[in-house]
Each structure stands twice: as structure tokens, then as C-alpha cells.
């Protein structure tokens, strides 16, 4: 084993590299820290030392001795868990010499991988958006409420956002902008019920501040969805304490969470006191750019307690929706039920327990909650609160949740081999899409995925068209999820049919932004950070929405197989849909082909023509080829129905065979705009534009991934520029085997050039910032089809990364980005591990990454379960039925739950 030692001296850091697992010879190195550099530009110098030196572990040889870590080390008087930073800077386990000479090198190592493949640690105290973002990350939650990741003891201020959402409660409100009403309506944060804390003598409740606090570590454990906090503490009146909370969520009994509380008095006897609370003067404050908008969403309504158990009621001030949450404060050490306090104040009810304590003894406590929301007429909710809250204890929780968590793993998770960083985010992206659905499969929740979870509130917790990137993940491993987000859009498509008339068109047109209604919540105005203006907001022309629901729909039944929803539902959905494309498109008789205009693509940074009176653009590439397809399956569906499904959705629809007709044509003459060279244009007039000055720009501002904010500060527009957000004009090679998509060109009578697909590509690459983490996503998958490995992985890892490293400089504060957690998962499965659904046939072709040796994964197709493990040579499959796949374009068949292994390189 090829290692190298750490000793940590004084401004100094020695290195030993040994090939032989830390034996003699060594090559020395010596690593000077400089205090000019932040901790991490003084880390990446072992790096550059080692270059060229292949390296399997690294040892640390005088760390400091902490409970919660063992490689924390102290060097120019700072502390850092060097163990942490160089697995994340070098994807290598890091341990300690002690450890290594308790249980030998080749133990010690083999222990530390499987923790960092299974943890999510943060050490040392962050402000601001970065500690914010931390928050986000460690969010603990079970699809019906997301609880942020926050110290139990902050309130929210600057540097702490203790949010906690529920899924599909909302409120509008309005304020006044520039002299117009602004609406705006709102994912709402409800009242902090995790706070708990502590006083020394009566003081006031101990809250984080930096300068009584000696070390903080958090570690969410992916494997079993509990998030530990340890504080060691020092008040300024010289007492010492070490404290303990550890929050997890019923991922069963979801209406629950609990908190066990543990503190140790370390130099002191005498009087302490615990505090618990329910705050209902909380608003809406996690998006520092929503903060000129009305955020108050919360009418208190009432507040009461009895023995060991508060509670509080209320209901938003709008769309009232009512809530209550009770809480209880336990332990065993003390009879908490007569000894307690409480005391309301200014919507805030808190409980106060005081004890004697004594040094180095250990003080437990349990804080159960529970959650109801309901029709504000709903007088069941305080009697549902109380009997949930009545049968919940922290031991119940936490055995749920252990339960819960060993059966995903079993069921979703990807096991990837050689690689610690990918395997441990890997797993962070199947926690968070679990945290922010896995109530939604009980069927009794009217509500979808929000772009940001329920971790933050940025969109405002609105449901966008991230959830096709999603929906394959939930349709393979958890279909009754992706069958709610499918219901969460058929139970809105009145509102859809509304919104389509509105704008004089037919059918359902669904809105950009979704939430409570289902009614259009994209803005008129969006603040511009760079500029502090308010710039005009045309993101609703984004019609290509609801080609998105019609594709979640048939891809959902593809791959479920679900042939009731089908029938029941998307059928009507498919043909509304259609009916509304059909009305948006007009006929050039004079060329004989049919335009689509005032719509935006996917990229966002282009909203009309320059100089132009009316808003959107004409002929979007994306959306055109993808009405084309959607025409062409959505006939072939409705080919396949019995007599009276079909006229069942006809008449919901109101539709008939007349729109097949007009479909039929339509998607023979829809309109591109290509040029000599074979690029496709992203819409009508786009080679017109102006070429931009990339390295100019880069050179004046650097990070240039939100350009359209950096020109419109400087006063011109991105709309005058060949510049893109993000893939819009091949979006769908993305979405569409590559077949379908030729089929969609050569059907509208275009021939392009042998080597298309790579000319486009470099071309619109060479004009994307990646304004969007999804950007990333899909270039990755198409540069992987073009052949392109080290770019396809260099845009993954970077996606991977994205909410880790917070690489958009803040927006993981507000809440993460689901959509790039559920797309990563599939481009490991489906594109590196090449296992796709494009037929009834499963296919595999994989194209894995170098660094990976193998990748290993279940998935659910058509109603079989398969089992792969793939390698760089050979995939060893496993089916629990007698079934066909294509390895590589052979056919081979299995056999019912015997593994087959087949050579493919």
C-alpha cells in the first residue's frame, strides 16, 4: 500500500511517502504553511509535493484526541480535520497512527473508506451562506416535512436558518413593486419547533456564538438518517460543557421527529437549566433577494401546555392552511412531567427545566414533535397531533428511521468501487431525493418535488420542470413517488386548461412555476443581484413545460408499466397537452411548414429579439423536435387503447380523431432553423446575433456563469448574444435515444451533414457559461456519446460536487438542487453503466469511468427486478425472471435469478 505520513510541527507539515504500507525507505518532504493562504491553499501544497506518486492512504501521526474525529490536527493555531480536507482534495482515506497500530494499517484503512462512504461531516463553525448551505446539506426530513440541518440551539439570523417546510403548504401574499402588486406565493416556513438549548444559573438560553464555542463537528450518517452535532463549549463566565444533539426524522410515522440532547458539564456543579420552544414568529428569510417581498406567512392562533408537552396552532394568513405542532420534553433522569415551566411570549412558548448537575456527569434529554396541516376547518388536527406525539419517543424514531434507511440501500443504492468522494455523494443524492419525497408514496399527499427540496426556499419551493430529471430515479426504485408527481400535475390540469385560455390558446398549458393551484407563479420582475435592478422576467414563455409532463408521463409508464394510470389519467393528460401544442402553432402556407412562436428554450438567457415589440422567440429547436416526437408517440399510444378508454379521454380532453390528423401533420412540417455547416439554430434569427468576447468577460469578472446579469448591469442584454445558460438546442439527445431523435429531423425532411452531432456540439459549448448545474448534466451525457470521456467526467464530477463545494457561491443556502441529484444518478447507471430502457428490451453499453473498477446497482424495469455488477470488461447481470437483454448489441436471455456474466470488451 502506497501511503504517506503527516506530522504536523509548528508552521510545518512533514511528509513520509513510503511504497511499502508506511516501512522504510521514505521520501521526505517538508510543507511550509503560509499564513497569507486560507487553510485550504496550504493543503493543496501535499498535493502538488506528491505529484506523480501514486497514493492508496495517508496517516496522520500527532493528531489531537477528539471523540468525534481522529484526524483533527492543530497547526499555525488553527484546527482542521486534515483527514476530511485531503479525502475531499485527494479521494484517499486519511487515519490514525494510533489506529493503525491498534488494528494494522490494512484494517484501519479499510474502516475509514466505509465511514467516509457513509458520512457527511462538517467540522468547525461557518457563517453566513456558507453555514447556510451546510444547513441544506444536512437537512434531515421524510417527504412530508424537511427539517434544516441547523444547531438546535440557533435562531434564525445571518449566519443560522433552523426552516422547516412541509410538503405543499403554501401562502400568497402581495406587496407593492415599483408601483405593481407583486404576488407572490411562497413554500412556507413553519415554526422552529427543534430549538433546545440550555442556561448556566438562569441565564438566558445558551445560542452559537463563536467566541464560546472550542470545536463543532456534524455528521449526518447516510445509513441510518441521523444528523449528530457535538459542541465543546466554554461560556464566558469560564463554564465548560460538552453537548450533544442528535435530530432524526420518522420516515414511517412521518408527521414525527425527535431530538435527544446530551450535555456534560465538564468544570462545574450546580444549577442548569434546559429550554424548549416552539417559535411562531419565524418568516420567510433563507433568499436575501426575496427580502423587499412581503415574507410574513403565519397567524398564530393559539398556544397552550400541560405537564411536559406544548403545543401551538395557527394557519398561513392566505390559502389558511391550518397547523399544529406539539412538542414533548422527556428524559429519564428526571420526572419532567411535574417539573417543568412554561411561559408564552410574543408567538413563542417555552419550556424551562431546572437541575442540579455535577462535573463530568452526563444529562439526557428527549425532544419528540409532532406535525399536522390541514383545511383550517379541520378540527381533527389537535386530537391527531396529540395521539402522534403521545406514541412517539426518540428510541421509536430512531429504530423507524434505521429500518427505513436499510431497506433504501438494499433497494436504490449504487455501489461504485475505487472511488470514496463519488460513492459518499453518490449516496448524499439518494438521501436527499428520499428526505424530499418518501412520504409522497402513501398516496395521501397532494403535492410533487420541489427544484430545491424541502431544504430552503429558493423558486420558492415551486415545482418546475426538474422533475423529469428526477422522475426516472423515483419511476425505477419507488414508482407509487413518481405516481404522485404524476397526480400532483393531473389533479392541476383544470388550472392548465385554464392558464391555455387565458393566453387564447386550446388544451392544457402548464405553468413554468408551480405550487398550491397549479396557476402560473413565475414573476413579472426578478431582482438582479449585480445591478439591484429589478429586470422584466419572461421565464413563464418556457412552454416546453408541458412537453415535459407529457414526457414524465410516458416515461413513467414505460418504465412501471402502469397501464391503469395510463388509462385513468395520462391519456387525458397526453391528448390535453397535445391540444394545446396543436393551437400554438401557425401554418406559413407559402413554405408549407408550421412555426411556433413567443416561447423560450431551455436556456433562459435569451427571453425575445433585440430591438423586438413582442415577447419569446420563434421555432425553438428544442421544443419544436420535441412536439415533433411527442406527436409521433402520443399517436402510437392512443393506437394501442381499447374503444372506450379512448373516448372516455376524448371527452375529458375534448378532443377527437381530428387532432390526430392535425398532429400528424404538424409534426411533418414543424420548422428548424440550420445552417451550411449543419448547426441546428436554437430558435429563428439565432445566427443574427452578435458572437461574444468569452475571455474579455472572464478576464473583467471572472466567475461569468450568470452573464445575463453582468450585461444587463452594464446595461446591454444577453437576448443580443449567441450565448446560452444552459443546453437548450440539443436538450433533447438528453432526454431521447439518439435514434428518435434523427427520426424526429429526417421526418421534417432535413439532412445534415456525417458529423453533425459533434459540430453542435463544440458549437454550443463553446457558448455555454453553465448558468445552471443541470448545464453540466447534460453536456456530460452528450459529450459522453460523442466520445469525449475526460470532458463527460469533468462536467459530471463538477455536477456531483455542485451542492457539496456550493459552486454557484451561495444557492445551496436556499436548498439543494434535486434535479442535478436525481440526473447524476442516472448518468451513473444509465450512461457510465450503460443500462437503458429505451425499449421493452433493456440494453447495456458501458462506458465507465477509469478511476471506477466496477459499478454496482438494482433496478425495476417493466415489472422484473435486475441486479447488475459492471466492470470495465465484463457485466454480471441477474434477473428475478426469465427475460431478453442486449449487451453491446447481442442478444443474450436469463435466466429466472441466476446470474449471467457477460464478456463485452
Not at 374 to 386: C, H, I, K, M, Y
Not at 608 to 616: H, S, T, W
Not at 828 to 851: A, I
Request: hydrophobic fraction near 35%; proline fraction near 2%.
Amino acid at each position: 500500500m502506497r501511503t504517506f505520513a503527516i506530522r504536523a510541527r509548528d508552521g510545518v507539515m512533514e511528509l513520509n511517502y513510503s511504497e511499502d504500507s508506511n516501512k522504510p525507505p521514505f521520501r521526505k518532504f517538508m510543507i511550509t504553511y503560509n499564513p497569507k493562504f486560507s487553510i485550504g491553499d496550504n493543503l493543496e501544497n501535499i498535493k502538488v509535493a506528491l505529484t506523480g506518486l501514486p497514493v492508496d492512504a495517508a496517516i496522520i501521526e500527532n493528531s489531537l484526541n477528539y471523540e468525534f474525529s481522529d484526524t483533527i490536527i492543530g497547526i499555525n493555531h488553527q484546527k482542521i480535520d486534515i483527514g476530511l480536507a485531503i479525502a475531499n482534495m485527494m479521494n484517499v482515506p486519511v487515519v490514525n497512527l494510533n489506529k493503525v497500530k491498534e488494528v494494522g494499517l490494512q484494517k484501519a484503512v479499510s474502516d475509514k473508506s466505509n465511514y467516509l462512504k457513509w458520512h457527511l461531516d462538517y467540522y468547525g463553525e461557518y457563517s453566513g451562506k456558507r453555514n447556510y448551505g451546510q444547513e441544506a446539506m444536512l437537512t434531515i426530513g421524510n417527504g412530508y416535512f424537511g427539517l434544516r440541518g441547523a444547531y438546535v440551539e440557533a435562531n434564525a439570523d445571518q449566519d443560522n436558518y433552523p426552516g422547516m417546510y412541509v410538503a405543499g403548504v403554501y401562502n400568497q401574499l402581495t406587496t407593492k413593486i415599483n408601483d405593481r402588486d407583486v404576488v407572490n406565493e411562497d413554500l412556507v416556513n413553519l415554526p422552529n419547533s427543534q430549538f433546545i438549548s440550555f442556561g448556566v444559573d438562569h441565564q438566558q438560553p445558551f445560542k452559537i456564538k463563536k467566541e464560546d464555542i472550542q470545536d463543532i463537528y456534524r455528521s449526518l450518517n447516510l445509513k441510518t438518517g441521523v444528523l449528530t452535532t457535538t459542541l465543546h463549549i466554554q461560556l464566558s463566565t469560564g463554564h465548560i460543557l460538552e453537548v450533544r444533539a442528535t435530530k432524526v426524522a420518522n420516515m414511517t410515522n412521518w408527521h414525527r421527529y425527535a431530538i435527544k440532547y446530551e450535555l456534560k458539564p465538564i468544570n462545574f456543579s450546580g444549577s442548569l437549566q434546559i429550554y424548549s420552544e416552539i417559535d411562531g414568529s419565524v418568516l420567510n428569510g433563507n433568499v436575501e433577494r426575496y427580502s423587499d417581498f412581503n415574507q410574513h406567512h403565519l397567524d398564530i392562533i393559539g398556544m397552550s401546555a400541560h405537564d411536559n408537552q406544548i403545543s401551538m396552532s395557527g394557519q398561513t394568513k392566505t390559502s389558511k392552511v391550518a397547523f399544529v405542532i406539539n412538542s414533548k420534553l422527556d428524559s429519564q433522569d428526571f420526572d419532567t412531567t411535574s417539573s417543568i415551566n412554561t411561559d408564552t411570549e410574543n408567538q413563542l412558548i417555552r419550556q424551562t427545566l431546572s437541575l442540579d448537575v455535577e462535573p463530568e456527569k452526563s444529562y439526557e434529554f428527549e425532544k419528540c414533535v409532532s406535525i399536522f396541516t390541514g383545511n383550517a376547518d379541520d378540527d381533527r388536527l389537535e386530537s391527531a397531533a396529540q395521539s402522534e406525539l403521545n406514541d412517539s419517543s426518540f428510541n421509536d424514531t430512531l429504530n423507524d428511521s434505521q429500518k427505513f434507511w436499510k431497506n433504501v440501500w438494499n433497494k436504490s443504492d449504487i455501489k461504485i468501487t475505487n472511488d470514496i468522494t463519488s460513492q459518499k455523494l453518490t449516496r448524499v443524492n439518494i438521501y436527499h431525493m428520499l428526505v424530499t419525497s418518501a412520504a409522497l408514496a402513501s398516496g395521501k399527499l397532494d403535492a410533487s418535488v420541489g427544484a430545491r427540496g424541502l431544504h430552503g426556499e429558493a423558486y420558492r419551493g415551486h415545482i418546475f420542470w426538474d422533475v423529469t430529471f428526477d422522475l426516472p430515479f423515483y419511476a425505477i426504485h419507488y414508482p407509487a413517488i413518481a405516481k404522485q408527481c404524476m397526480l400532483y400535475r393531473y389533479n392541476r390540469i383544470d388550472e392548465a386548461r385554464k392558464y391555455a385560455k387565458s393566453e387564447g390558446k386550446d388544451g392544457a398549458m402548464y405553468p413554468w412555476q408551480s405550487g398550491m393551484y397549479g396557476d402560473e407563479q413565475s414573476q413579472f420582475v426578478h431582482l438582479n443581484p449585480v445591478s439591484g435592478e429589478w429586470d422584466p422576467d419572461n421565464s413563464r414563455l418556457q412552454r416546453h413545460v408541458s412537453i415535459s409532463v407529457a414526457y414524465d408521463v410516458l416515461k413513467y409508464v414505460q418504465i412501471t408499466g402502469d397501464r391503469d394510470f395510463m388509462e385513468k389519467y395520462g391519456l387525458e393528460m397526453l391528448l390535453s397537452i397535445c391540444k394545446f401544442w396543436v393551437s400554438m402553432v401557425s401554418y406559413d402556407k407559402d413554405a408549407d411548414r408550421y412555426d411556433i412562436h413567443n416561447v423560450m428554450g431551455p436556456d433562459e438567457f435569451h427571453e425575445e429579439y433585440p430591438n423586438a415589440d413582442e415577447q419569446g422567440l420563434t421555432n425553438n429547436a428544442y421544443t419544436n423536435i420535441m412536439v415533433s416526437w411527442l406527436f409521433d408517440k402520443v399517436a402510437t399510444v392512443v393506437s394501442k387503447q381499447k374503444a372506450d378508454v379512448l373516448k372516455a379521454a376524448n371527452s375529458k380532453s375534448g378532443t377527437d380523431s381530428n387532432l390526430l390528423t392535425q398532429m400528424s401533420d404538424i409534426a411533418h412540417k414543424l420548422r428548424l432553423d440550420i445552417n451550411d455547416e449543419g448547426i441546428i439554430g436554437q430558435f429563428a434569427g439565432y445566427f443574427n446575433l452578435s458572437k461574444l468576447n468569452f475571455d474579455s468577460y472572464r478576464k473583467k469578472y471572472g466567475d461569468i456563469s450568470r452573464i445575463d446579469r453582468l450585461l444587463k448591469g452594464e446595461g446591454k442584454s444577453p437576448d443580443s448574444y449567441q450565448v446560452a445558460k444552459q443546453a437548450d438546442t440539443l436538450m433533447a439527445y438528453y432526454e431521447l435515444p439518439f435514434s428518435e431523435v434523427e427520426d424526429v429531423i429526417n421526418r421534417l425532411g432535413y439532412k445534415l451533414p456525417a458529423n453533425y452531432f459533434t459540430s453542435n456540439l463544440r458549437f454550443y459549448l463553446d457558448r455555454t457559461t453553465h448558468g445552471s448545474t443541470l448545464s453540466r448534466i447534460v453536456y456530460s451525457v452528450l459529450d459522453e456519446m460523442d466520445g469525449n470521456m475526460d470532458q463527460s467526467w469533468q462536467l459530471f464530477s463538477t455536477a456531483l460536487f455542485s451542492d457539496y463545494y456550493d459552486i454557484q457561491g451561495g444557492t445551496t443556502a436556499e436548498g439543494i438542487h434535486l434535479g442535478v441529484m436525481g440526473a447524476t444518478l442516472q448518468i451513473e447507471t444509465g450512461c457510465y453503466g450503460g443500462v437503458r430502457f429505451d425499449t421493452d428490451e433493456v440494453s447495456v453499453n458501458p462506458h465507465l469511468p477509469q478511476n471506477w473498477k466496477k459499478i454496482s446497482f438494482k433496478q425495476a424495469y417493466q415489472g422484473i427486478k435486475y441486479q447488475f455488477e459492471i466492470t470495465h470488461h465484463e457485466i454480471t447481470v441477474t434477473a428475478d425472471a426469465e427475460t431478453h437483454i442486449k449487451v453491446a448489441e447481442k442478444d443474450y436471455s436469463l435466466t429466472k435469478n441466476k446470474a449471467t456474466t457477460i464478456s463485452y470488451k
